[in-house]
C-alpha cells in the first residue's frame, strides 16, 4: 500500500515544488493533509502519532522534502552557472 501511495500519489504531491514552493501554514497544512489521511488508513498505525507513522513506513514529511528540493535547487542555480560561462 505505502509502495502505491509513494508511485501514484507522491509524485502530484511533489509537482514543481521547486518552482512553486508553499509558505503559508494553511497551504502547507492542506497538502500534508493527504499524506496524513494515507497514513491513517493503516490499521496497524491508526493509533500513532503522524511523524511516528512516517518513521515506521520510512516516509519523510512533504515538507521537509519541499525543502531539500529548494536546497538542490539553490545548489544548481550558485553552481552550475560557473561551469557554463566562464
Not at 509502495?3 to 492542506?30: D, M
Not at 497538502?31 to 507513522?53: G, P, S, V
Not at 518513521?55 to 553552481?79: F, H, M, P
Amino acid at each position: 500500500m505505502t509502495k502505491a501511495f509513494v508511485i501514484c500519489v507522491r509524485p502530484v504531491l511533489e509537482y514543481c515544488t521547486s518552482v512553486c514552493s508553499l509558505y503559508t501554514v494553511c497551504n502547507i497544512n492542506k497538502l500534508e493533509c493527504c499524506q496524513r489521511w494515507f497514513t491513517k488508513r493503516i490499521q496497524k498505525l491508526y493509533n500513532t502519532n503522524y511523524f511516528d507513522r512516517l518513521a515506521q513506513l520510512g516516509l519523510e514529511s512533504l515538507q521537509c522534502t519541499r525543502l531539500k528540493y529548494d536546497l538542490v535547487t539553490c545548489y544548481k542555480i550558485n553552481y552550475s552557472s560557473r561551469y557554463h560561462y566562464p
